[in-house]
């Protein structure tokens, strides 16, 4: 989920591509240029767009979003799952409330396959704003590419950054 990923893997998958299918290589290369071109031109639109995000704080269920929110400067404050696969228990649930009560993040993160209690539990005991971000393409109806897995991205941070 960081943009900046993207170009040398296009350039790379592309430069395998015509060690593959030479005769194409020309095809591959065009595309690959169109891609970046209009990849460039997505991440400054993002950048502008994104700016809002810069320092929000937040929750994640998983620390699934590194690249997220370092691209975006979010403020991950907690995470709800201490160890992949453990869901919290109540206890590490009452000292988040607590954190948070203190210091509220601005949305609870989870990917569409997470479990929903724990963050569910939080949204209930401090309002803080559930946010089921797609995380990969097809993640959701609107993710149905690339470009549209960080426009819905996004758009759905943006919906509870205020």
């Known amino acids: 989920m960081d943009p900046g990923n993207y170009p040398p893997i296009a350039q790379a998958l592309t430069g395998q591509l015509i060690l593959l299918d030479a005769e194409h290589a ?3 290369r065009r595309r690959n240029s169109d ?3 209009r990849w460039e031109t997505a991440v400054a639109a993002w950048a502008v767009k994104a700016a809002p995000l810069k320092n929000m704080p937040i929750v994640v269920y998983h620390d699934s979003w590194p690249y997220m929110n370092r691209w975006l400067g979010l403020k991950q404050l907690a995470t709800l799952e201490s160890k992949p696969g453990i ?3 109540s206890g590490q649930l009452s000292a988040l409330l607590k954190r948070m009560q203190q210091n509220p993040a601005r949305a609870i993160i989870r990917a569409p396959y997470q479990d929903t209690r724990a963050a569910r539990w939080l949204h209930d005991h401090t309002g803080i704003p559930e946010v089921e971000l797609p995380y990969t393409i097809g993640g959701n109806e609107q993710a149905g590419d690339l470009f549209k897995l960080f426009d819905t991205t996004i758009d759905l941070l943006l ?3 205020r």
């Open 35 to 37: 891609f970046i071109t």
């Open 26 to 28: 020309d095809d591959y």
């Open 87 to 89: 869901p919290p228990t």
């Open 159 to 161: 919906g509870v950054s």
